[in-house]
Nanobody, 124 residues
Framework: QVQLVESGGGLVPAGGSLRLSCTVSGGTFSSYVVGWFRQAPGNEREFVAAITRSGSITKYPDSVKGRFTISRDNAKNTVYLQMNSLKPEDTAVYYC?????????????????WGQGTRVTVSS
């Protein structure tokens, strides 16, 4: 059974940085595209970043491009999301998700496996 565990969330002032981690177990990590999503209260789950199996391709929405960086370490079965220049509107629960494909997607329903989420709060 594939399991994803996020960590690294917390409270940070605007302009600060956080690094989230997502560790995957129970499957072949290198066969998964991994994405990060976030969900604020009252909002739909929003695409934040994705990385292909080899790590050669990354994708971001305009809202985080240039501030967030996704990376992966296949030897550690872990994907990271480095978040810089954080804004109050980045406040949300952040989820990582995996799909057994090499075609990344921005759509949550394309992902097969999900973590439990880690909360990020950015104070103004």
């Amino acid at each position: 059974q594939v399991q994803l565990v996020e960590s690294g969330g917390g409270l940070v002032p605007a302009g600060g940085s956080l690094r989230l981690s997502c560790t995957v177990s129970g499957g072949t990590f290198s066969s998964y595209v991994v994405g990060w999503f976030r969900q604020a209260p009252g909002n739909e789950r929003e695409f934040v970043a994705a990385i292909t199996r080899s790590g050669s391709i990354t994708k971001y929405p305009d809202s985080v491009k240039g501030r967030f960086t996704i990376s992966r370490d296949n030897a550690k079965n872990t994907v990271y999301l480095q978040m810089n220049s954080l804004k109050p509107e980045d406040t949300a629960v952040y989820y990582c998700a995996a799909q057994a494909s090499d075609l990344y997607s921005r759509l949550p329903n394309e992902y097969n496996y999900w973590g439990q989420g880690t909360r990020v709060t950015v104070s103004s």
